[in-house]
C-alpha cells in the first residue's frame, strides 16, 4: 500500500529516488521520505503531502547530498499511525545505524516495542515499522555488524507482511531488501541497481527485473545483486523480461491517467482479441495448458477476486452461465473465500484475478485453493508477480501498466480475457456451440470501432455529469448481465468523486431501497434493448413515480426510451452478453466528469492505494 524507491549506483540518487517515488505515488500519498549517503552519514527529509512537495524539501538538504549516490525512500498510505511528518519514512534507529522503509503490517509490533522499551530503547513514532527499525540496530549490535545475520534473526522475529528496504551506516556501499507478503521488485542495468515496490518505476533503466520471493532477501551494490533466503544462504536468481513500454506509465497530453487509460480501452480489447482468437474461433493453447481433459472431469469453476476484480468475474460467470454450462459456477469475494469452508480438490477449478497479482486475499486464497488440490489459474496484469508465481497457471491481461487509482483498461483487459477463457473452457467441455463461438468473437472484433464511437460521445456525457453533479446520491439498477456494470458503475462514482452510490439488481428495488428515492437521488438505469428491458423499464417507472431524476443507458435507436427518461445516454449495438464491453465507458465517463466537476483529486482519491497488499 507504499511506495518504495531505493538505488545504489554512480548518478546522483536523490533524482532518481523521487523519480521512482512519483511513478508509484499511486501506491499512497498521505506523506513521503528519502535517506540519502551523504559524505557525513545518512541525511533525511520528511513531508506531509505529495512527493512534489518533497522535491522541494530535498533541494534544502546539505548542498553535499545533492551528489549521493545511493538511498532510499518512501511515499506512504497510513496503516499504523496519524499522518505526521514523525510518522512519515524513512525511520532511523536510536543509536543512527538503521535507516529503514517499510511497505506491509508488522503485526506484532507492539510486543517488539514492549520488549525494546524494557531494555531502555526510546520510540519516536507511533508506527509499527519502528519495531523493525529498532530491532535490527539491536540484532546488528549483537551479530558484530554482520548485516546477513542480523536480518536472518530480524525475519524470524517479525510477523505480518513486510517490504523492508534498509540502510546501515556502516555498510556506506549497499542496500538491502527482504521480503514476505508485500512486493519488492529489484533489477542491475550493468552499472546501477535500483528496487522499487512497483516494476513501472524501473522501466526507464530495464526491463529485465528480479522479482522477490516470498522469504528472500537481496544485497544491492553498484555491482550487482546477491539474494539470499531467510535462512542466510545464497541462492542464485534469473531475471524476467516485461515487455512493457515506459511510455505506457505517462500521461501524455491528457488531464488525468485515468482519462488516458479509459481512452486506450479499445486498443486493450483489439490485443486481447488478437491474441487469443483465430478468425471466428477461440484459441488459448498457447498462452494456456491445461492437463488434457481436466474440463471433461471438473464439476465446479470458482471465479475469486476483489473490488473491480471481482465484479469482472461476475460478468464471466453470466456469460458462461449464458452460455448453457453444466457446471456449477460462483464468484466469490476474495477476502470472504478465505474464511469460509468453501469446497475445493480435483473437481474443481478456480480462476483468482488480481490487476497487480499482489492483492493480500486474493493470493491468501489462492494458497488455501491450492493447499485442497483445486485447479488454479491466476489472471493478473504483471508478469512475475507474486501469483503469477505461485499459481501453475497464468493468462497475462493485455492492458498494460495502468496509474490511475480507479481501475478502467484493466478492468476491460480483465473481462475480454475472462470471456475468451470462460468460452475456451466451455468448448473443452464439449458444451459451446459453434454458432456461440462465432457469434461472440464476431461481436468482440467489431466492439473496438464502437468503443471509439462511445468515447466521441464524451461531450453529451460531460455535460450530464456536471448537470448531475449536486445529486445527494445514485442508485444504479439493471438486470442480468447490467447487474456487475451497476456495482462498477457505483464504486467509480464512489472512489473519485466520494458521492454516495448504490448498486441494485432492478428488481430488488422495491425490497426496500426505493423508500430512499427523492427528487435528489439520481438513478442510473442500465436498459439494453434485450428481452429484459420491458422489465427493466417497469423498475425504472416505480422510481419515476417517486420524484427520483432518471438517467438511462440504451441502445441506440431505441427512442422510445426517452419517455422513461430526464436523460438517455445511447449506447452502440452489440450482442447481449457483450454489453458491458461497451456501456462500462459512459459509466466510467460519467464518474471521471462528476469527479472534475467537483474538483476531486481523480488519480489519487482519498484513503484509497492502487494495490491492496496488506489485509
Not at 524476467?240 to 485515468?258: C, P, R
Not at 487469443?276 to 493453447?285: G, K, L, Q
Not at 456495482?487 to 428495488?509: F, Q, R, T, V
Request: proline share 3%; net charge negative.
Amino acid at each position: 500500500m507504499c511506495g518504495i524507491m531505493g538505488y545504489v549506483g554512480e548518478n546522483a540518487a536523490s533524482k532518481i529516488i523521487l523519480e521512482g517515488l512519483s511513478k508509484q505515488e499511486y501506491r499512497g500519498y498521505d506523506s513521503a521520505g528519502i535517506a540519502l549517503r551523504c559524505p557525513d552519514g545518512i541525511e533525511s527529509a520528511k513531508i506531509v503531502g505529495r512527493v512534489s512537495e518533497l522535491v522541494r524539501r530535498v533541494e534544502e538538504m546539505p548542498s553535499e547530498c545533492a551528489s549521493a549516490a545511493s538511498g532510499i525512500g518512501h511515499t506512504r498510505w497510513a496503516t499504523h499511525g496519524g499522518v505526521t511528518e514523525t510518522n512519515a519514512h524513512p525511520h532511523e534507529s536510536v543509536d543512527g545505524m538503521v535507516v529503514l522503509v517499510h511497505n506491509g503490517i508488522i503485526e506484532n509490533s507492539r510486543d517488539i516495542r514492549s520488549t525494546l522499551e524494557s531494555q531502555g530503547v526510546k520510540f519516536s513514532t507511533e508506527t509499527d515499522t519502528e519495531a523493525a527499525c529498532q530491532l535490527l540496530a539491536v540484532l546488528y549490535k549483537k551479530c558484530d555488524g554482520d548485516a546477513l545475520a542480523a536480518l536472518s534473526k530480524l525475519t524470524a522475529y517479525l510477523t505480518g507482511a513486510f517490504a523492508l528496504v534498509i540502510m546501515i551506516r556502516d555498510r556506506p556501499d549497499e542496500i538491502w531488501c527482504v521480503r514476505k507478503g508485500s512486493p519488492l521488485v529489484t533489477a542491475f542495468d550493468g552499472d546501477a541497481c535500483y528496487c522499487a515496490s512497483d516494476p513501472t518505476a524501473l522501466l526507464g533503466y530495464t526491463h529485465d527485473l528480479f522479482f522477490l520471493e516470498e522469504g528472500e532477501m537481496a544485497a544491492l551494490a553498484s555491482s550487482g545483486i546477491k539474494f539470499y533466503g531467510f535462512d542466510g544462504k545464497e541462492r542464485g536468481k534469473s531475471s524476467i523480461h516485461l515487455n512493457w513500454d515506459s511510455v505506457m506509465a505517462d500521461k501524455g497530453h491528457f488531464e488525468h491517467f485515468m482519462r488516458k487509460e479509459i481512452d486506450e480501452q479499445p486498443d486493450v480489447l483489439r490485443l486481447t482479441i488478437d491474441t487469443h482468437t483465430i478468425v471466428t474461433n477461440v484459441a488459448m493453447d498457447k498462452s494456456l495448458t491445461l492437463p488434457k481433459g481436466l474440463m471433461k472431469r471438473v464439476r465446479r469453476v470458482q471465479f475469486v477476486a476483489c473490488g473491480t476484480s471481482f465484479y469482472a468475474t461476475l460478468v464471466a460467470k453470466d456469460i458462461m452461465e449464458s452460455l448453457g454450462s453444466d457446471l456449477d459456477i460462483s464468484a466469490e469475494v476474495a477476502s470472504e473465500y478465505r474464511y469460509r469452508n468453501v469446497n475445493g480438490g480435483e473437481d474443481t477449478l478456480a480462476i483468482f484475478v488480481s490487476q497487480s497479482g499482489e492483492t493480500a486475499d486474493t493470493l491468501a486464497a489462492a494458497r488455501i485453493a491450492k493447499s485442497m488440490g483445486t485447479h488454479c489459474i491466476a489472471i493478473t496484469n504483471v508478469r512475475g508477480s507474486t501469483i503469477d508465481r505461485e499459481v501453475d497457471h497464468t493468462l497475462l491481461s493485455m492492458a498494460g501498466p495502468e496509474i490511475g487509482v480507479a481501475a478502467t483498461k484493466t478492468f476491460m483487459g480483465q473481462i475480454s480475457l475472462l470471456t475468451l477463457l470462460a468460452m475456451s473452457l466451455l468448448k473443452d467441455r464439449g458444451v459451446l456451440s459453434a454458432n456461440d463461438e462465432a457469434r461472440l468473437i464476431g461481436g468482440l472484433r467489431s466492439l473496438p470501432v464502437s468503443q471509439n464511437a462511445m468515447l466521441e460521445r464524451e461531450g453529451e456525457i460531460r455535460a450530464l455529469a456536471e448537470k448531475y453533479s449536486d445529486s445527494k446520491g445514485f442508485f444504479f439498477i439493471g438486470r442480468r448481465e447490467c447487474v456487475p456494470l451497476t456495482m462498477e458503475g457505483a464504486l467509480k462514482l464512489k472512489e473519485i468523486a466520494y458521492l454516495p452510490s448504490e448498486a441494485y439488481a432492478a428488481g430488488e428495488m422495491k425490497h426496500g431501497p426505493i423508500a430512499m428515492l427523492d427528487e435528489r437521488l439520481t438513478v442510473v438505469a442500465l436498459v439494453p434493448d434485450t428481452d429484459l428491458r420491458e422489465k427493466t423499464l417497469s423498475n425504472v417507472e416505480e422510481c419515476r413515480a417517486r420524484n427520483a431524476p432518471i438517467l438511462l443507458l440504451a441502445s441506440d435507436g431505441d427512442e422510445s426510451a426517452r419517455t422513461y427518461a430526464d436523460d438517455v445516454i445511447f449506447v452502440p449495438r452489440t450482442e447481449p452478453e457483450l454489453f458491458p464491453f461497451i456501456a462500462v465507458i459512459p459509466l466510467q465517463l460519467f464518474a471521471y466528469h462528476t469527479a472534475r466537476t467537483l474538483g476531486c483529486d481523480i488519480d489519487m482519491p482519498r484513503n484509497l492505494a492502487k494495490s491492496v497488499t496488506v489485509e
